[in-house]
């Protein structure tokens, strides 16, 4: 009898196993549309235009009046950042926009490197292209497609850029030389934004996919974090086999795994798969990931169900002020569209309230205890002309209220409800994780959803924003699992 139970449970166990194992999937490689209108026959132009940053005296002059009409309301006492941010030190800031910043010298800062323009699905996409000044004899670069989040943008990549390109000339060995194109998410500054509804993360890697075949690159590495890494991760499972390999810097994962560690890892770490570091960046778990993400999450709520609501709160008010310039057509992402102009949106309209909203991020998302400092610690890490030139690739383009969207396309349906959250990724994988992301995602967790990591790394410091608060840590970080990876 007992032989039969045995025999028994370890042909269930068998069959239970056969059926629940891993299987490589990928996801369905389909096509897209998203420009204005239908699809026409004509073939789409693939080539690719050299593009250049401007800006005018008129564009700066619209700026400062605008920056000059701004209302200011007091701050609690002692509020610092837990409020938002703070209004006496986005003084400090509004000063220096308007006083001191230069935008011209931005601009020109940001065409150091060579910027592109091509149409893939109806959208023009905007890209930079950066090759390696010089290479070791015998070698060849190694193609890097880098993608940022929100409110992030390309200009995230300018000071790791040197580091992946050159690393001779900035300290480090010319074992691994990279050729770096960071593109813009379409909507988010140069890219065109969607005309349709239904633009997610998906199409989004398809059509970077076909930025790198247009670019000669048959297999390639890419990075990512914010957006970036669900994009980067999408890549690897729409088309694995060109795919060398993926680096990432954060991890959307959730399972009922994840799960039962994060409610029972404090007693029972050890045994589900934790580190002590793990347990010091998770516990307590009340306090570093419940109320933290409460406090980081309500701008999520808000653009992943209704992203254009908030524009109509600061058309009313401007319609009554006779501040609303007539509405012509231009699209968000035409130079010369009126920022005034309806349909616009209190972001949009508003440049002290776009740099505030997305200034806030990069305060306590660096380091959630920067809400406990007036200043919210952010030139600790950054500089205000760096934090500002991000703000006015926001403002410059109009492209707010369309990068907002990208969360209701993305989260709107509700989670888990899309086919890639539920498959896991089968290309090389590393992963740096930095001590101040929003929630920390422990080794055993990555390895659920991307069983073919090889590289995790502790990170000494550093936040959200990687590649732009500590960039020789990941460029570091990168060199490091390209190494193992070639080991391999």
């Known amino acids: 009898m007992w032989l039969e139970i045995l025999l028994t449970s370890v042909l269930g166990f068998a069959i239970y196993w056969f059926i629940s194992r891993d299987k490589e999937e990928t996801l369905p490689l389909e096509d897209g549309w998203w420009g204005p209108g239908t699809r026409s026959a004509a073939r789409e132009d693939d080539s690719i235009r050299p593009f250049k940053v401007e800006t005018s005296d008129e564009e700066i002059h619209d700026l400062h009046q605008r920056i000059d009409k701004f209302r200011f309301t007091p701050p609690l006492e002692d509020s610092c950042f837990h409020y938002g941010f703070n209004s006496n030190y986005l003084k400090k800031v509004i000063s220096y926009w308007r006083n001191e910043f230069d935008w011209k010298k931005q601009v020109e800062i940001l065409n150091r490197y060579p910027h592109f323009k091509t149409k893939i699905e109806g959208l023009d996409i905007h890209f930079i292209h950066v090759k390696p000044p010089q290479l070791p004899a015998g070698h060849t670069p190694k193609p890097l497609l880098m993608v940022h989040g929100w409110p992030g943008s390309f200009y995230e990549f300018y000071k790791i850029i040197p580091l992946l390109t050159d690393p001779k000339n900035h300290g480090l060995s010319d074992e691994h030389v990279f050729e770096v194109i960071c593109p813009s998410i379409p909507g988010y500054g140069f890219s065109e934004a969607s005309s349709k509804k239904g633009f997610n993360s998906v199409a989004t890697a398809r059509i970077f996919y076909k930025l790198m075949l247009r670019l000669g690159f048959q297999e390639f590495y890419i990075q ?15 088309v694995p086999s060109h795919v060398k390999g993926l680096h990432l810097n954060m991890a959307l994962v959730l399972s009922n795994f994840s799960t039962l560690t994060l409610l029972l890892g404090q007693r029972f770490g050890r045994f589900l798969g934790l ?54 057509q231009h699209g968000p992402n035409t130079p010369d569209a009126p920022r005034g102009s309806l349909p616009g949106s209190a972001l949009n309209d508003s440049p002290v309230g776009l740099a505030a909203y997305i200034l806030e991020k990069f305060s306590t998302w660096t380091n959630t205890e920067f809400r406990y400092l007036e200043d919210g610690g952010l030139e600790r890490k950054f500089s205000l002309d760096d934090l500002l030139t991000n703000v006015m690739l926001y403002w410059t383009t109009g492209t707010i209220i369309s990068s907002q969207r990208f969360y209701k396309e993305n989260l709107g349906q509700g989670w888990m409800t899309q086919k890639h959250e539920r498959m896991k990724v089968y290309v090389p994988t590393g992963f740096s994780a930095f001590p101040f992301e ?21 990170m000494v410091r550093g936040g959200h924003f990687a590649a732009f608060e500590e960039p020789e840590l990941l460029a570091q970080d990168i060199r490091k699992f390209l190494s193992v990876l070639e080991r391999q």
């Open 438 to 458: 929003l929630l920390h995602t422990p080794e055993k967790w990555v390895r659920f959803k991307y069983p073919k990591l090889i590289s995790y790394s502790y």
């Open 275 to 328: 580190t002590e570091r793990d347990v010091e960046l998770l516990y307590p778990v009340k306090e570093k990931v419940f109320y933290s993400l409460m406090r980081e999450s309500g701008y999520m709520h808000i653009q992943c169900t209704k992203p254009d609501t908030v524009e109509l709160v600061n058309i009313l008010v401007r319609i009554f002020t006779s501040e609303v310039r007539p509405y012509h």
């Open 224 to 238: 990512g974090g914010d957006w970036g890494s669900l994009i980067c991760t999408n890549m690897a499972q729409l």
